[in-house]
């Protein structure tokens, strides 16, 4: 398997609290991914990053922001928690180079509830 | 219309039959195509790449129609252990993201 380790695996928090999910990878690859997986959803992408630095907004980025300071820490932010945040949040990793046919490998995933 | 589209199910077929996905995109501009399996309350895990020509593996077959913008999944001789969601996964030419489908349910019974 695919080294990523996403932490922490579960935690509740309040309305209105920030919050930071990690993503840490042993592999080297050059792109992380955040997305989040909702019933009736499926998985829609959070923020994604290309390179130390290098982030760029997926389909569902309000009220989420990205880091990523170091090639194998991708961090997600919840700025100030909402209910409708609640969901499941999985880490991926991939080398990326769009030019060939490569996939992406998943974290175990976040389970976050927000009260 | 939805990027990638997918059969939520569920279906429900016998161990041993043979059962079939398709997944159809809307983006003709579409370049790799993937199959990710998920497990209840787990991660998705890639399944298998579509090649242009078709592609097997073991009991499983993926195929891909540029013309009409689909791809399928074949599961032949069904096993209990292959009920799970499976996921159409699409990534465009010139990007590093992958767009998934909801995915389709299975559920095989003994």
């Known amino acids: 398997d695919a080294g990523i380790t996403q932490s ?25 991914y955040w997305y989040r997986q909702d019933p009736g959803h499926g998985l829609r992408l959070i923020h994604y990053s290309y390179g130390v630095k290098d982030t760029d907004k997926g389909e569902v980025s ?13 961090l ?9 945040q609640t969901s499941v949040y999985f880490c991926a ?11 992406a490998f998943f974290g175990q995933g976040t389970r976050l509830t927000v009260v | ?5 997918q059969d939520p199910g ?22 790799s195509f993937f199959w990710y399996r998920q497990d209840c309350r787990k991660e998705p895990k890639l399944l298998m790449s579509v090649y242009s020509s078709g592609n097997e593996d073991g009991r499983f077959t993926a195929q891909l129609n540029r013309a ?11 096993k209990l252990s292959d009920s799970a969601t499976y996921l159409c996964v699409v ?4 990007y590093s993201t992958l767009t998934f489908g909801k995915g389709t349910m299975l559920l095989v019974s003994p």
């Open chain 2, 91 to 94: 990534r465009n030419s010139g």
């Open chain 2, 68 to 78: 009409s913008q689909y791809i399928s999944l074949l599961i032949r001789d069904s």
């Open chain 2, 10 to 31: 569920p279906f429900n077929v016998p161990e041993g039959a043979t059962v079939a996905f398709n997944c159809t995109y809307s983006n003709s501009a579409s370049q």
């Open chain 1, 76 to 84: 997600l932010t919840l700025e100030s928690a909402t209910s409708s």
């Open chain 2, 1 to 5: 219309r939805k990027e990638v589209e």
């Open chain 1, 62 to 74: 309000d009220g989420y922001s990205v880091s990523r300071s170091k090639t194998e820490d991708f």
């Open chain 1, 93 to 103: 990793i991939s080398e990326g180079d769009p030019d060939l046919n490569t996939e």
């Open chain 1, 8 to 32: 922490p695996r579960h935690k509740v928090t309040e309305t209105g609290t920030p919050v930071t999910l990690r993503c840490h990878q042993t592999e080297n690859h050059r792109y992380m």
